[in-house]
């Protein structure tokens, strides 16, 4: 079993570009977070999806941050135009459900930088 | 609102030492609880979890948590901690309702062991 494989691991980007991370699921996950970590404010859900479908965005900070999830093994987190204040380590879970017991697998996580 | 306190931010021990994190929590009903490991460069991963049933709780890793309402806590504990323990530990709760799903974390305890 892969895990949940997240790409890249590491970004460096300039102020106003935009940035795009990816997450593939455990095959057969249905439900699918994106948590952002910083020092800051610690580890906060952004979006969650449930059979592709986006259940919960209120967690995403602006609309500079988007996310798509087009098929059941593939995920996008857009952050158009980036700023310095995003710099972070973004990290992608899968579940087989969005029922309490059903556990979230975390992926290793995209440490983005934004100068 | 529902909140998740670790008190203890870095906690240093010696190896073969016992080990006990302190989490506390806010939440109006009967809370889901969690203890995720972070260790360097990875993402989370589940230690354990209480829903109902016996308080205390045991988990991978030679790792268990004992559930008090009373005391609104849910600490960690190991009798005798490994050197490849030294990660960040985190509590979490799950305040979800329907398929509303929200998993709030605490600000993580690191762990340092000592030979």
């Known amino acids: 079993d892969a895990g949940v494989i997240q790409s890249p691991r590491h970004e460096v980007t300039e102020m106003g570009q935009e940035v795009t991370l990816r997450c593939k699921p455990i095959?057969?996950?249905?439900?699918l977070f994106w948590y952002r970590q910083t020092m800051m404010r610690g580890l906060e859900l952004l979006i969650y999806?449930?059979?592709?479908?986006?259940?919960?965005d209120s967690g995403m900070p602006e609309d500079r941050f988007s996310a798509k999830m087009p098929n059941a093994s593939f995920s996008t987190l857009k952050i158009q135009p980036s700023e310095p204040r995003d710099s972070a380590v973004y990290f992608c879970?899968?579940?087989?459900?969005?029922?309490?017991?059903?556990?979230?697998?975390f992926g290793p996580g995209t440490r983005l930088t934004v100068l | 609102a529902q909140s998740v306190t670790q008190p203890d931010i870095h906690i240093t021990v010696s190896e073969g030492a016992s080990l006990e994190l302190r989490c506390n929590y806010s939440?109006?009903?009967?809370?889901?609880l969690f203890w995720y490991v972070q260790s360097p460069g990875q993402g989370l991963q589940l230690l354990l979890k209480?829903?109902?049933?016996?308080?205390l709780v045991q988990g991978i890793k030679g790792f268990e948590a004992e559930f008090k309402r009373s005391q609104s806590s849910f600490n960690l504990r190991k009798p005798s901690v490994h050197w490849s323990d030294a990660a960040e530990y985190f509590c979490?709760?799950?305040?979800?309702?329907?398929?509303?799903?929200?998993?709030?974390f605490g600000s993580g305890t690191q762990l340092t062991v000592l030979p």
């Open positions: 999806f449930n059979n592709n479908v986006p259940i919960d």
């Open positions: 879970a899968s579940s087989s459900g969005l029922a309490t017991y059903n556990e979230q697998f």
């Open positions: 939440y109006g009903a009967t809370p889901y």
């Open positions: 209480y829903f109902s049933g016996d308080t």
């Open positions: 979490a709760v799950d305040h979800s309702s329907g398929s509303a799903r929200q998993l709030t």
């Open positions: 095959s057969g996950h249905n439900s």
